[in-house]
């Protein structure tokens, strides 16, 4: 089956998973490489071409040679040196991992590089592209042969909740029993869908934003009935914010935690 | 149960920089060598970080959390469970005397499927030529093949000025980079099957039993062993190891009798292939450097006999070498020279 992520099970249990590139990004990848190599060798030509002088012999058999190594050597290179990724890979955040999750091999990186001449059959990466559309993990032969994957790098930092679980006045904690009961009443997929509809509140259009949070705030009120006085005045989106904050702030008073150290653990 | 997200963040956010530390520095200078603290910090925080993910896939669904935790995970993974060799030093000498004969031999089958292949195709074109010799045109399709060999031999012997000169160096490395590419794309279409090799090792042999046949046929045998030989017995055998790599693949793929997920047969092998590759491609680069400079010149230039014997002498080292080197007696004074020479 065809999937946009590698799942990878560790032998403690842990699973975690990559997100894995698609043929398009990958093409894309490969065609700034293949301006990089054409940069790299015109440079390569203006340089020798002053060495013709000496021996225009000498000179093309350097260019022959240049042109060779750049070409097939450019991957390999890149790959090496850059733990998985090459310009064009840089650029999209790829980057070619072991499909097991295990430290990328050298040998990988060759057998992979040197079998984009099947890859690259019969124009622009038409087999290779047929494959990766096809194969379940978007591998190509060569992928498939050295046992890697290009994955998708998203942009990984740490959240800033700050804005959503801001200290700010909350009327549903005046209520702290029903506050509890409502903890006790949300499943998980439901504390999240309430808290993914407020991170992503700038993807949605106008209408549909007030439509979705009346919707869902609608959802939680029945959860639990709270005083009016609790509700009065309070929008749709604040009433979820609220929401949200008693679910996933437990103790908003108590000090956010100091970080305590694995000897004392 | 939800997990208190901004607290479950605060209070493990050391643990995570810290282990993104160690990682980055790990990462920078692999041949650094971890202390046994170290070695275990980095274990619990791999531990601690992994319980981490745990939770806060179970617990919450913050997606940039997970997100981050996965990445940390994932490269902590890959570090601590690796098992194969971690090596980024060259023992060129090592490899050359040791790694790649042995390497060789441990699959000589492949390679005399691939010799084979090859002798079937030159029995072919060979006798295609001696039925038929209007065929020269469709099995040899190369214009400089395509010349009656008598005329092309008066023609070299009586040549009075180097057709090679100024331009051996660039002839040269164009046979190098042709040749090396021919390989390569032999070795990669074991992809296939083993389907693609095989017809490239066929048709390499029905070209080459077809300039045979045509050459003894025209009472030319000396000038075609003196022809052919300086560089051939390095190059052939070259394309041969090329296809033996190609089959290699090419059973891994199919993995016939075995009980192996093709997954760790391809991972078991890729090492091997990349070794015999660059074997090739060294030996591609000699037999390059033979033709350019040696193997165009003829008689009244270079005696025949001498090339003739030049080539017998290159073939004996060469099938010593990937015969001999690298066994039990050799392999001490190869490892002595190897642990030196490391770069």
């Known amino acids: ?265 | 149960m939800i997990i208190d997200l901004q607290r479950f963040v605060t209070n493990e956010r050391p643990f995570w920089t810290e282990l993104e530390t160690m990682l980055n520095q790990w990462e920078n200078s692999p041949d650094a060598t971890l202390s046994l603290e170290k070695a275990q910090r980095l274990h619990l925080l791999y531990e601690r970080t992994a319980a981490d993910l745990a939770k806060i896939t179970t617990f919450s669904s913050e997606p940039e959390t997970r997100r981050y935790l996965e990445n940390l995970v994932a490269r902590a993974y890959g570090e601590i469970h690796e098992t194969r060799e971690k090596r980024r030093r060259l023992f060129p000498l090592k490899w050359f005397f040791q790694t790649w004969p042995q390497t060789f031999r441990r699959h000589i089958r492949a390679f005399y499927l691939s010799l084979a292949i090859t002798l079937a195709g030159c029995a072919f074109g060979g006798l295609a030529i001696g039925f038929d010799p209007e065929s020269k045109p469709v099995l040899m399709p190369f214009p400089a093949l395509l010349q009656d060999p008598a005329k092309r031999v008066a023609e070299e012997e009586s040549a009075t000025h180097d057709r090679l000169e100024g331009v051996k160096s660039s002839f040269s490395t164009q046979l190098m980079t042709h040749n090396t590419s021919v390989s390569i794309f032999t070795m990669a279409l074991g992809m296939t099957w083993g389907v693609g090799t095989i017809v490239m090792l066929f048709y390499n042999g029905v070209i080459l039993g077809a300039v045979a046949v045509d050459y003894i046929h025209a009472g030319e045998t000396k000038f075609l062993l003196g022809w052919l030989m300086p560089h051939g017995v390095i190059e052939i055998p070259a394309i041969l190891i090329a296809g033996q790599a190609g089959l290699i693949l090419a059973f891994a793929l199919i993995g016939r009798g075995s009980q192996t997920p093709v997954r760790k047969r391809l991972r078991e092998i890729s090492g091997d292939l990349a070794t015999l590759i660059s074997g090739v491609g060294l030996m591609l680069i000699w037999a390059g450097f033979i033709e350019a400079f040696l193997s165009q010149y003829h008689e009244p230039v270079i005696p025949y006999a001498a090339k003739i014997a030049f080539g017998c002498v290159e073939l004996t080292l060469l099938c010593l070498f990937l015969g001999k080197s690298g066994t039990a007696k050799s392999a001490g004074a190869a490892t002595a020279e190897g642990g030196k020479s490391s770069v």
Request: aromatic share 12%; hydrophobic share 50%; proline share 4%.
């Open chain 1, 1 to 265: 089956m065809k999937t946009s992520t590698l799942v990878i099970r560790t032998p403690e249990g842990i699973v975690f998973s990559q997100l894995l590139a698609g043929p398009v990004t990958r093409f894309l990848a490969c065609f700034i490489d293949q301006l990089c190599i054409m940069a790299a060798l015109t440079v390569a030509g203006m340089i020798l071409m002053r060495l013709a002088a000496v021996g225009f012999g000498f000179a093309m058999a350097l260019y022959i040679l240049a042109y060779f190594v750049i070409s097939i050597g450019y991957g390999i290179f890149f790959e090496w040196n850059w733990r998985g990724q090459t310009v064009g890979k840089r650029l999209f955040r790829l980057r070619v991992m072991d499909v097991e999750g295990m430290r990328l091999q050298f040998n990988q990186i060759v057998v992979r590089n040197l079998l984009r001449f099947v890859d690259s059959l019969p124009f622009f990466y038409f087999v290779g592209g047929v494959t990766c559309w096809l194969n379940p993990q978007c591998q190509r032969l060569g992928d498939i042969a050295a046992n890697t994957v290009v994955i998708r790098n998203a942009f990984v930092s740490e959240p800033d909740l700050s804005q959503l679980l801001a200290g700010k006045y909350n009327s549903l904690r005046q209520f702290p029993h029903l506050a509890a009961r409502l903890r006790q009443n949300v499943s998980p997929v439901e504390a999240a869908i309430a808290l993914q509809s407020l991170l992503r509140r700038e993807e949605f259009e106008l209408v549909a934003r007030v439509e979705l949070f009346a919707e869902l705030a609608a959802h939680f009120r029945s959860k639990v009935e709270f005083p009016a006085e609790a509700l009065d005045g309070v929008a749709d989106e604040q009433f979820l914010r609220n929401v949200v904050d008693v679910i996933y702030r437990t103790r908003p008073d108590a000090p956010t935690g100091k970080a305590v150290t694995v000897e004392q653990i």
